[in-house]
């Protein structure tokens, strides 16, 4: 198990454009994560998963986020018409669901919009 | 809601010295549990030590303790001994029944040799 891995590390895209990222969990967990760090500050809760159903999404996701996790392993993270102020390090976690389990983080995909 | 603050922007320490990071937190849950992560550089979040709040023990991992003082909502992190290998963001956070974790704004910890 080499842990929760995040594609690609780092993305520079044009404001307007499309990205899209994913994130491969710790594979016996059924919980994934993704939440959004700006420079300086803490991770900002965006949305979870609990197998292929997305439970929660928090008001900072606009409509113009979307996730996935379509059988309930890897997830995806699209944001379309980007903007300056989506520039952010993205990082995805996972866990076992158990009560009190701690939250295993990718290394993350830092997003300049340009 | 929940929160989490963390009024430490930086700290320092002097290599072999003991440094204690401070995090209050506030929630409406009786059943929650709390964890200090750590992020170096590299940016990889790492556990760094975890604390249920039914215990009264505080938790403790070889270098790394807590001082939980429920009722005043106070969680926080002492490092004995520091090594250079310290050095990053340490980040105190809460958690509930939806074990979505809530993080407080981070302290950059400084070791200094």
């Known amino acids: 198990d080499t842990g929760v891995s995040q594609n690609p590390r780092h993305k520079i895209t044009k404001r307007g454009q499309n990205v899209t990222f994913r994130c491969d969990p710790i594979s016996e967990h059924n919980r994934l994560y993704w939440y959004r760090q700006t420079l300086g500050q803490g991770p900002e809760f965006l949305t979870y998963f609990q197998n292929e159903a997305q439970l929660e999404k928090s008001r900072l996701l606009s409509d113009r986020f979307s996730a996935e996790r379509p059988k309930g392993s890897f997830s995806t993270l699209e944001i379309q018409r980007t903007e300056q102020g989506d520039s952010a390090m993205y990082l995805c976690a996972s866990s076992s669901g158990r009560f009190n389990s701690p939250l295993h983080f990718g290394n993350g995909t830092r997003l300049t919009v340009t | 809601a929940q929160t989490v603050t963390q009024s430490q922007p930086e700290m320092s320490v002097q290599e072999a010295e003991t440094v204690t990071l401070s995090c209050t937190y506030d929630?409406?849950?009786?059943?929650?549990?709390l964890f200090w992560y750590k992020q170096p550089p590299s940016r990889q979040m790492i556990l760094v030590i975890r604390q249920e709040a039914y215990k009264q023990q505080n938790a403790t991992e070889n270098r790394f303790s807590v001082n939980f003082q429920k009722a005043a909502k106070s969680f926080s992190l002492k490092i004995s001994d520091s090594q250079l290998g310290d050095a990053a963001m340490y980040f105190c956070a809460l958690g509930g029944g939806a074990q979505k974790l809530v993080f407080g704004q981070g302290t950059r910890l400084t070791i200094n040799p």
């Open positions: 929630t409406s849950e009786s059943d929650y549990y």
